[in-house]
C-alpha cells in the first residue's frame, strides 16, 4: 500500500525535521498540509517538544505559512500530565520545562511547581516529577530535581530526543538532560514521547481515530518511525531531518512503511 492508495481520517505529523527545522519551513511544508486538508485528511502536529503551548505551535505554525489551529496540536507535555493523572489522579506535580509543560499539568488537573526556584521551597514534597527542556536550567536547579527524583524513585521525561535539528546544526534535546538525571539518579525514566506507543495512542484516542486509517509522517527512524509501527499506523518518513548511519537505523522495528525526500513529495496526485 502506498499513501496515496488510502482514504486516511488524519495524518500525524511530527514538526522538527519534518515541517521545520529550527525557524526555517520545509520547502512545500505549507502546500503539502493544504493538500491534506483538501482531501479530507485531518492533520494532527504530533510533537515531542514540550516546551510551546498548542497555541505557540500553531502561532509558530502559522507564522511559516502552515494552516494550524491550537486544537489541531497534540504535545508530549500533555502526554505526560495525562499518563500522571491516570497514575495519581490531580497532584503536586514539580516540574522543569516552559510553558508548554506548566499549561499542560494546569489542563489536565495538576498543582505545577517549578522545582529549583523559590515556587519550590513552597511547595516541598511534590507528588510527581516531570522533566521537559529548559534551555537556561542550571547546575544548581537539576540538583534539586535530582534530590526530588532520589527521593519518589520515579521520574516523567516528556521526550528523549537527544539532539535538535536547528537549521544547518543540532542543538543538545531534552534526552540529553534526562540522561543527565538517570545518570545522578540510577532512576529510570518513564518517556512520555515518541518512541514511546503511548503518545500516538494518546493522540488517536483524543481525536477519536482509527489507526487503521491514520499515517504517521516524520524525519526520524528512532522515534516517529518506531512509535507509530508499534501504535499499530502507517509510516512514512521524510529525509528532510535526522538522519542517522544505516548501521544505527537498519533493524526491522525502525522500516517505514515508505521513504520520500520531504513532504514536499507526498499526496502529488
Not at 514540550?50 to 509558530?60: C, G, I, L, N
Not at 542550571?138 to 521526550?159: D, K, M, P, Q
Request: glycine share 10%; net charge negative; charged share 25%.
Amino acid at each position: 500500500m502506498r499513501h496515496g492508495e488510502q482514504a486516511w481520517q488524519a495524518a500525524l505529523l511530527d514538526l522538527d525535521g519534518t515541517l521545520y527545522r529550527g525557524n526555517e519551513v520545509v520547502p512545500g511544508a505549507p502546500e503539502f498540509v493544504e493538500r491534506l486538508r483538501q482531501r479530507g485528511i485531518r492533520p494532527v502536529f504530533l510533537t515531542n517538544n514540550s516546551t510551546r503551548t498548542p497555541r505557540q505551535v500553531a502561532d509558530k505554525l502559522k507564522g511559516m505559512g502552515i494552516a494550524a489551529e491550537p486544537d489541531e496540536v497534540c504535545t508530549s507535555a500533555e502526554a505526560s500530565a495525562h499518563q500522571l493523572r491516570e497514575w495519581i489522579g490531580p497532584a503536586e506535580v514539580g516540574f522543569v520545562g516552559l510553558d508548554g509543560l506548566r499549561e499542560a499539568l494546569v489542563e489536565y488537573g495538576h498543582r505545577a511547581v517549578e522545582l529549583g526556584t523559590p515556587e519550590h521551597g513552597d511547595h516541598s514534597g511534590v507528588a510527581a516529577v516531570v522533566v521537559g527542556l529548559d534551555p537556561e536550567i542550571t547546575y544548581r536547579r537539576l540538583a534539586v530535581v535530582c534530590a526530588e527524583v532520589l527521593r519518589l524513585g520515579a521520574f516523567v521525561l516528556t521526550n528523549g530526543d537527544v539532539r535538535l535539528p536547528a537549521e544547518d546544526r543540532f542543538m543538545p534535546g531534552n534526552g540529553a538532560l534526562g540522561a543527565f538525571i538517570e545518570t545522578a539518579t540510577g532512576v529510570r525514566p518513564y518517556v512520555a514521547g515518541k518512541p514511546n506507543p503511548d503518545f500516538v495512542r494518546f493522540a488517536l484516542q483524543r481525536y477519536g481515530l482509527d489507526p487503521d486509517k491514520v499515517l504517521l509522517i516524520g524525519d526520524n527512524r528512532r522515534t516517529d518511525v518506531l512509535a507509530g509501527k508499534l501504535a499499530g499506523v502507517y509510516t512514512v518518513q521524510v529525509e528532510s531531518g535526522v538522519q542517522y548511519a544505516e548501521a544505527e537505523s537498519s533493524s526491522a522495528s525502525l522500516e517505514p512503511d515508505e521513504v520520500h525526500r520531504s513532504v514536499a513529495d507526498l499526496f502529488l496526485s
